[in-house]
């Protein structure tokens, strides 16, 4: 009878341990978590409190329920946070990437209404500013879905040339190596043949004094560590070269240099890969521009869409870029990888202006560089 008895207890204790194995359960109270990363020697947190753990670790006895896990890494220059679950008598595993993400920056400057009579407003670049806002604001970039940390714009007479020169400082002054940084422009250019410049709102039809020139603005940009995408929707001139009474002075048409040449060849001389003097990130700059020198940039009035006025390069870039729905794939995207590179956006401008006198350039040709990611 007695062996009889120590048999069924045996029997009945073995059908329990195979029940909590077979249901998942353990007889264990607590759960443990290995922690891994790269690189290695993070500093683990649970809870917002040091578990005294550095990357790669085991933490055990750990009750079960959720927890806040974070890696800290270099004295909290870079961090990641992740719940994790902890079960009673299980062993949970988790690695976490810290390589330094891309941060992702825009100043947006659209110029329509000029402060001097002489200077013939233009209508579109307002209304320019609110598409490629809407375009960077539809963007996210990598798996890990990064958004613009920041979009800045200045608009008419926000756009002196002051305000515009210290806004690049400020707008991009957190950036490091591994940012990305987009000037934009639209406005009226100038150029007399020498020197090609930007007009602010506070520009003068006498002289070029309150102008920015490409060597300006690519000294302004050349300190903002990272890579820096320039995109400037300018004539040759803003209609200042004998197309209308508002003339700074006569420019034969030999004497005219392209005002998009100019400005890539000003930004080449910034760039880092032909001057470690400037204390560049190693990509240095990526220029698209809305014409060549002896054409104007055009603008018209009623946008198919959302109809605004528009100008035809910006108009199209935004296009290009999803804009007009933002449903996938954005017509740029001729490989539809969810991507557009910089060749891609401007093989799609310059087709979609082949029918104006205006052809789109940029800098570097044939660049993979991503220009949007969705």
Request: net charge negative; glycine share 6%; proline share 4%.
């Amino acid at each position: 009878m007695f062996n009889k008895k120590k048999n069924l207890v045996f029997w009945f204790c073995a059908f329990l341990i195979i029940s909590f194995f077979l249901t998942g359960c353990s007889l264990l109270p607590y759960g443990s978590i290995y922690v891994s990363s790269n690189p290695y020697g993070a500093q683990i947190y649970l809870n917002d409190t040091y578990t005294g753990h550095n990357t790669p670790s085991l933490i055990s006895n750990l009750s079960p329920g959720s927890y806040l896990l974070k890696l800290v890494l270099e004295d909290e220059s870079v961090s990641r946070e992740e719940t994790v679950i902890i079960s009673q008598g299980q062993k949970a595993s988790i690695h976490l990437e810290l390589t330094n993400l891309p941060d992702y920056r825009a100043l947006c400057i659209g110029v329509g209404e000029y402060l001097d009579n002489g200077i013939r407003d233009l209508k579109a670049p307002a209304y320019d500013i609110d598409r490629i806002k809407a375009v960077f604001e539809n963007s996210n970039f990598g798996e890990e879905n990064i958004t613009f940390k920041d979009i800045k714009t200045l608009i008419d007479e926000q756009s002196t040339r002051l305000n515009i020169l210290n806004s690049i400082a400020m707008c991009f002054s957190e950036a490091d190596n591994n940012d990305i940084s987009y000037f934009y422009f639209s406005g009226h250019g100038y150029s007399d043949g020498e020197t090609s410049t930007i007009l602010p709102h506070d520009a003068l039809a006498a002289s070029a004094s309150k102008d920015i020139s490409t060597d300006e603005l690519a000294m302004a940009l050349a300190g903002i560590p990272g890579t820096k995408v320039v995109i400037l929707d300018s004539c040759h001139s803003g209609g200042f070269i004998g197309k209308t009474p508002f003339l700074r002075e006569k420019i034969n048409a030999d004497k005219i240099k392209e005002f998009n040449m100019n400005t890539i060849k000003s930004f080449e001389i910034y760039d880092c890969s032909t001057s470690e003097e400037k204390n560049l990130a190693t990509d240095g700059f990526k220029v698209i521009t809305s014409a060549a020198g002896d054409q104007e940039c055009w603008e018209t009035l009623y946008h198919p869409v959302d109809g605004n006025p528009f100008g035809y390069f910006s108009a199209s870039l935004c296009e290009g870029c999803g804009y007009n729905n933002f449903v996938s794939p954005f017509p740029a995207d001729y490989n539809t990888n969810h991507s557009i590179t910089l060749v891609e956006i401007y093989q799609y401008i310059k087709t979609s202006l082949s029918s104006l006198n205006q052809d789109t350039q940029v800098y570097p040709m044939d660049s993979s560089f991503v220009f949007i990611e969705y």
